[in-house]
């Protein structure tokens, strides 16, 4: 797949080839550090005697590391740069995983998973946007879809590569072997291709109004800003909800098995159609018309969920629009601050975005499964979500609806 003509400017000295080696990054970084956790689960729980709960609270703690530490590592990077975080966050979170790897006490493991989403903060699609935003000008847009294009395939590639390794070793040997690999590559490659201040905001900082989570304080009054943070912090409460949910809520209706799995398998695919469907279309669409569709078909998708929770077709249907819009999400999560926001501090402003968005991924599984304990419905479940949704439509139609049109060069 070819991307178009470079603009002009700093861009002017990167080939396009730069972008897909960030994606190839990407992919290894997001298969190992997020990915490889879903194999390794079971065959932990079954050495370590540890429960699914004390196992998948360590991933909370993950992410809500990452949601801490992603505004400072934003002001990092405008600051000074991409290069330095994203070579330091591979090797570190290779190393981390090796420390996983050896893991015998749950103490250990959560204060590995609280320094691994520091990692992911450093190295997880948010340092590399800011690269490509801040270098490829008019068609940052385009190269933002095609790293996430091959990124979506972290899990396709991974997981079963971990897998694999697992069922050949035993998960130690597979965590380790993943974790080295991850650290050479990624870091290597981020040594080879990026430069010294990749990254870096075209605007002088000043004061400590760019750091951390003052971003948060000084942006309350915009109301851009507010509606995108509303919207991606539901978004991000239904994503993790949905992938922890999906699955016993089709149990509970005594969907067969078969039918389970090419549900869970349809999402992926269309995930990358939605992507490739984007990165086609270019230009072409406005950031309002992509945040329609994205909002919209969320909203249509676990309706119909709740609708006919039990119905194969419906189920299908309902795979399909869920990964389109998920895929499309991913870009527009990438693209919101030059598109709405204009702001030119892209890496402190999305990572004070994604703060909350994190807290809401660490509680909305576990806040989920309480209520499902407490009522015993699963339909409080799937209206919960689709209460979310609705925030998120609600936050959409704040940002678009206040955003004034802005030109970028």
């Not at 975080?85 to 015998?104: D, E, F, R, Y």
């Not at 940052?140 to 697992?166: E, K, M, Y």
């Amino acid at each position: 797949m070819t991307l178009p003509a470079r603009p002009a400017g700093d861009a002017a000295t990167r080939p396009w080839s730069f972008v897909w080696l960030l994606a190839a990054a990407q992919l290894v970084a997001w298969g190992s550090l997020y990915y490889a956790f879903t194999v390794a689960v079971v065959p932990m729980e079954t050495e370590l005697g540890w429960s699914k709960t004390t196992l998948n609270g360590a991933l909370s703690v993950g992410l809500l590391s990452w949601g801490l530490a992603a505004p400072s590592v934003g002001a990092w990077i405008d600051r000074h740069g991409a290069r330095e975080v994203m070579i330091v966050g591979a090797i570190a979170g290779g190393l981390l995983m090796v420390a996983w790897s050896q893991v015998t006490s749950v103490w250990a493991f959560y204060a590995i998973w609280a320094a691994m989403g520091i990692a992911m903060a450093t190295l997880l699609y948010e340092p590399a946007f800011a690269v490509v935003t801040a270098l490829y000008g008019g068609d940052f847009r385009r190269a933002i879809t095609a790293i996430t294009l091959l990124g979506g395939f972290a899990s396709t590639v991974l997981i079963p590569a971990t897998q694999a390794l697992t069922d050949l070793w035993g998960w130690r040997h597979a965590i380790l072997t993943v974790g080295v690999t991850m650290a050479i590559f990624c870091g290597g490659l981020h040594a080879l291709i990026l430069r010294k201040g990749d990254g870096r905001a075209p605007i002088p900082h000043s004061g400590t109004t760019t750091r951390g989570a003052r971003v948060l304080v000084d942006n309350l009054g915009n109301p851009v800003f507010c509606g995108l943070a509303l919207w991606f912090t539901a978004y991000g409460a239904t994503f993790t909800g949905l992938t922890f949910m999906l699955i016993p809520i089709m149990m509970a209706h005594d969907v067969p098995t078969p039918q389970i799995l090419l549900v869970m398998a349809s999402i992926g695919p269309m995930q990358v159609a939605g992507r490739i469907i984007l990165l086609a279309l270019g230009r072409r669409l406005s950031a309002r018309a992509t945040g329609a569709f994205v909002a919209g078909a969320m909203v249509v998708a676990v309706a119909i969920l709740l609708v006919a929770p039990g119905h194969f077709p419906a189920l299908v249907a309902f795979a399909l629009l869920y990964g389109a819009a998920n895929g499309v999400m991913t870009i527009v999560r990438g693209t919101a601050v030059p598109e709405y926001l204009g702001d030119p501090r892209y890496a402190t402003i999305n990572g004070a975005l994604t703060l909350p968005v994190n807290l809401a991924k660490a509680v909305s599984p576990l806040a989920l499964a309480s209520l499902w304990s407490s009522t015993g419905s699963p339909r409080a479940v799937m209206m919960t979500i689709l209460g979310f949704c609705a925030m998120g439509v609600g936050g959409y139609l704040v940002a678009a609806l206040s955003r004034r049109p802005r030109n970028r060069s």
